[in-house]
């Protein structure tokens, strides 16, 4: 387990020295959010991240993007969707929330939505929304929402996988990548406590089924590669 915490905080090192901060702030706030953090892990978190805020305040000193062109971005790519909603979830949400209501209700990329969803429900905005997904519609109040790390389902499930993995770091990673990626699709609505077992399973197995076909792949392409962005359900 301690391997896995080292090897994290290196690969957010890694991160800043090479200037992508954005990254390093995510999987920060990710590992922060977590239901367990080792007493001498989490001040090396807290610290890292006031480095990562500190650089990125200078940076949007050169250039911050306006709120109208975060929500321009919502118009443009998946990819280009998800790096303007992981921005706009680091604002206060109350100015543009009919341009947020209007992107929700016309099949927006689904992980970029999870980011806003979350962070409607986090800013505890206290406002109606139609959610539109696989031809589906959810219609929900986004202050009756449970954020992704407050919900006691996804920390009994994330510790689930704790217990399950934790002596092999890099399946724990990859599987903990899964299980959030997995909540955020999940939203508006939440995991239960009664999910969290066969999810924690589920995930566990992906990341066996992943590992596999990356060791499959090996000899034909000289490498192997898995996603943890795998829908599951």
Known sequence: MQDYYEEMLKEIRQMMAEGQLQEAAFTIRKELSMPYIPADVEP??????????????????????????????LKGSQKKQLSCAYALSERNLRSCLTEIR??????????????????????????????????????????????VAQSSGFRLAMQLLQQKLQKEPAQLE???SILIHEAFLELPLSISEEEAAPLAEQVAERVEELLHAGQTRQPETGHGSASGSDKIR
């Open 44 to 73: 090396q978190l807290k610290e890292l991240q006031q480095e990562v805020q500190g650089r990125l305040a200078d940076a949007r000193e050169v250039h911050e993007p306006t709120m109208e062109e975060l929500l321009q971005g």
């Open 102 to 147: 209007n992107y929700l209700s016309h099949d927006p990329c689904p992980e970029a939505a999870g980011l806003l969803i979350n962070a409607l429900a986090e800013q505890e905005i206290a406002e109606e929304f139609v959610f539109r997904k696989n031809g589906l519609e959810y219609t929900f109040w986004s202050d009756a929402v449970t954020p």
């Open 174 to 176: 990859m599987g903990r």
